[in-house]
């Protein structure tokens, strides 16, 4: 690494607030990489924004950590929306003018609600649920944890149970899938090839075409597990015109105006790389990129030059940088230069010192680089200090808010 | 029995924590022991390509290295391959509309695409091609899908000839000679967390043992109990700081405070050590490094590999 371009200051950059965007929006979508703190980001955000404003909040998540409920003062919530206690916020030192309220993504009870609304009849519901193939395919086929988020929201949305709504979006091995999942569902569901699987065996009369092709995938997975899945989504169909309806709605909560994404990252390069792709694919989809967020930054003081310079000093000639603390005279505990290996011990430390300064301020320059490159992707972006502890109470979520709320 | 001495090792952990680099780490750890070793990328991206900073590789192998091999899992190249082998189809290049019905069969069956990439691994640890087989799996919950593959689809397809292939494959994968688990943590809170479910999930759900857990990106530990004591001193308000400042100016608080954090993430970090120490005793964990200089490319693999191979010894 050129040393001109690590002596380089750490670029801050706008710190932005987001009481206003938080203001203008009913729905928020915190997403990017996994392990970037989009979980910790929307429960800071919705904890603050309950914290400060006259409005119930509701934080979605699908952090499947006990963790959070903790922090919030609950023993555990799931799939229905569970109010944060007053005592949580006074233990806090917080009087709330708001409400904030937690609910966890249940995947399957959620598909298994779905199920029951938009199956003609229960006869067909139950055959739905109880078909072998539906508790896998819940789980695996057309990202059905982000559909299901997304259908989430938007039931929640429409209800108006809530003035605002921060949704911590499922990691998927592509941040952006949940956006496509509604349509894709939608795409799913009047494919040709789903007709064409389902075909021969509603009507017992192939279509000739295809059948050199149905033999071989008779002959690798046998004839009776392609009825199966035939069956299956013979059932399933029944149900095509409520969801494909039901997923245009969907759509139509993202797209809305009051709706807008965060991006959060950390200053690293997988994570960066991810958010990047993220901003851009919101712009190109005309979805709003409310806010980048950076979270778990250092320290500034780590592109101090000066800093630097002294550090270098330490790490190569710490008994110089040791002669300098007062010995032997000092009447307080230890005495530094009483005892040779007090001393010794000392210039141990102002190497250590010394290293682990120049250590982090690679980090630090590194992440002064990244923040540079994504800095034109968004208009906003909030700066987020690394926390040197974990995330236990509701007070540390306000801890954290407070990086993005003015006070 | 040495991590290594086995002969396919999945590994896997949640996103991010450093599968890839520690994927790539063991292979060459393996390579310098003299193995001949196969690395798989299960999820396509070309990650593992650029840890060997090398063009990603194709669904056939290329030796990157003497004795390292690479190859990307693509699923219907497996599928190409299988029914070349196994139907002597004359498929040509041509698998078109069969393509376009497995991907449609394999989207809405589960294990059938996690069959077709298992399989191919497991084919190539039963006919001996390599010595070891290095997989970098898909992160955490989908790795289940993956393992459990053999059981699923026997669960669920009564005939066929994929099937009749699950028989061997699920031998090969519960033998804890020839297969195991490696899971990458690092020590942070969600990370042990979710290392930690997926133990119990791979214990439960799949036959696959879990030979070691690699701890990546252990901070190191600045000073012992008695430097601590007197950075300690250094640090707080007192005479000790204000001779440093009269000395050096006011960049001394801001290397202070950087060691003071480093301290502090450490010790945080120790506490997420200990409890996945204390909740995996029986799982033999190996503690790699955090890499503050370039963390990425040959250079990482390599300081990563001799770390591993310190720690294997
Ligand atoms: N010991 C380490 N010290 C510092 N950085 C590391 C270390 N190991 C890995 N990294 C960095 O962490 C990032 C993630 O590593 P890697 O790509 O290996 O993770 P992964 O688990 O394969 O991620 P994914 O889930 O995206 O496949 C990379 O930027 C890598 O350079
Ligand atoms: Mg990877």
């Known amino acids: 690494m050129a040393p001109a371009r690590s002596r380089r200051p750490v670029a801050r950059v706008v710190d932005a607030r987001l009481d206003q965007l938080v203001a203008a929006s009913d729905v928020v979508l915190t997403c990017g990489a996994g392990g970037v703190g989009k979980t910790s980001v929307a429960a800071a955000l919705a904890a603050t924004a309950a914290a400060q404003l006259d409005a119930k909040v509701l934080v979605l998540t699908v952090d499947p950590a ?50 029951g609304r938009h199956a003609p009849d229960e006869a067909t519901r139950d055959a739905i649920l109880a078909n072998p193939l539906y508790r896998n395919l819940t789980s695996t086929f057309v990202q059905s ?56 065996y509603r009507s017992r009369l192939a279509n000739l075409a295809s059948k050199p092709f149905q033999a071989v995938a008779d002959r690798l997975l046998g004839a009776s597990f392609l009825a199966d899945i035939a069956e299956f989504f013979l059932l399933f169909q029944s149900m095509y015109d409520g969801f494909v309806e039901r997923a245009k709605s969907v759509e139509q909560t993202l797209r809305d105006p009051t709706t807008s994404f965060l991006v959060v990252t950390t200053l690293e390069a997988g994570p960066v790389q991810e958010a990047t792709f993220f901003c851009e694919e919101l712009g190109r989809r005309g979805l709003r990129l409310g806010a980048l967020v950076c979270n778990r930054t250092l320290p500034a003081g780590l592109g101090d030059p000066a800093a630097r310079t002294l550090a270098d000093q330490w790490q190569r000639h710490p008994e110089q940088a040791a002669a300098v603390v007062p010995t032997g005279a000092d ?77 | 029995m040495g991590l290594l001495d086995r002969r396919l090792l999945f590994v896997t952990g949640k996103g991010g924590v450093g ?16 193995r001949r070793v196969l690395l798989c990328q299960a999820d396509g991206a070309g990650s593992l390509a650029a840890a060997f900073d090398v063009p990603p590789a194709g669904f ?112 090969l994968l519960a033998d804890p000679e ?25 214990r439960s759900e799949t036959e696959v043992s879990v030979a070691a857990i690699v701890v990546n990106r252990v901070l190191p530990e600045l000073f ?40 502090r993430l450490r010790r945080s970090r120790a506490a997420h050590l200990a409890r996945l120490r204390d909740a995996a005793p029986d799982v033999a964990q190996v503690y790699l490094p955090f890499l503050f200089a370039r963390p990425h490319g040959t250079r990482a693999v390599q300081l990563l590999a001799d770390a591993l191979s310190a720690e294997l010894d």
Not at chain 1, 78 to 97: D, H, L
Request: net charge negative; with cysteine; glycine share 8%.
């Open chain 1, 331 to 407: 009447d307080g505990p230890p005495r530094a230069g009483a005892d040779p290996q007090e001393r010794e011990r000392l210039v141990q430390v102002f190497a250590t010192m010394g290293q682990s300064f120049i250590d982090y301020a690679m980090l630090a320059a590194r992440e002064a680089e990244l923040a540079g490159r994504i800095a034109p992707l968004a208009e906003r972006r909030v700066v987020i200090a690394q926390l040197d502890h974990d995330i236990a109470e509701l007070g540390h979520l306000l801890e954290l808010g407070r990086s993005m709320w003015p006070s």
């Open chain 2, 224 to 263: 012992n109990r008695r430097e601590a004591a007197l950075f300690d001193r250094l640090a707080e308000p007192g005479d000790w700081r204000s001779e440093l400042v009269r000395h050096n100016g006011d960049a001394v608080h801001h290397v202070l405070e950087a060691a003071a954090l480093a301290t």
């Open chain 1, 145 to 200: 944890h982000d559909y299901i988020a997304m259908e989430r929201l938007h039931e929640i949305h429409a209800s108006g149970r809530y003035d605002l709504v921060v949704v911590d979006t499922p990691p998927s091995s592509h941040a952006i899938d949940f956006l496509d999942a509604p349509a894709r569902m939608a795409e799913f569901f009047a494919s040709r090839l789903l007709r064409w699987l389902i075909a021969p």
């Open chain 1, 66 to 115: 006990k963790r959070l409920a903790t922090a919030m003062g609950l023993s555990g919530f799931g799939n229905t929306e569970t109010v944060v206690g007053r005592e949580a916020f006074a233990a806090a030192g917080v009087q709330p003018r708001g409400e904030l309220w937690a609910a966890m993504l249940d995947t399957k009870a959620s598909w298994d609600e779905l199920v």
């Open chain 2, 60 to 171: 056939d192998p290329v030796e990157i290295e003497p004795g390292l091999h690479l190859m990307a899992m693509d699923t219907e190249a497996s599928l190409r391959e299988y029914l070349k082998l196994h139907l002597r189809l004359p498929l040509g290049g041509r698998l078109g509309p069969l393509a376009t019905v497995f991907d449609f069969v394999a989207g809405a069956a589960p294990g059938v695409k996690e069959i077709l990439s298992v399989g191919k691994i497991a084919y190539e640890v039963r006919e001996r091609h390599y010595d070891l087989v290095v997989v970098d799996a898909p992160a955490s919950g989908h790795v289940i899908s993956q393992l459990a593959a053999p059981q699923g689809i026997r669960e669920l397809v009564a005939v066929g000839l994929i099937r009749n292939e699950t028989e061997w494959m699920g031998d």
């Open chain 2, 19 to 34: 599968k890839t680099t520690v994927s790539a780490a063991l292979a060459r750890c393996a390579v310098a022991g003299g």
């Open chain 2, 178 to 202: 020839v297969t195991a688990a490696v899971l990458v943590a690092t020590p942070e809170e969600m990370p042990v967390t979710e290392t930690l479910e997926l133990l119990g999930r791979i």
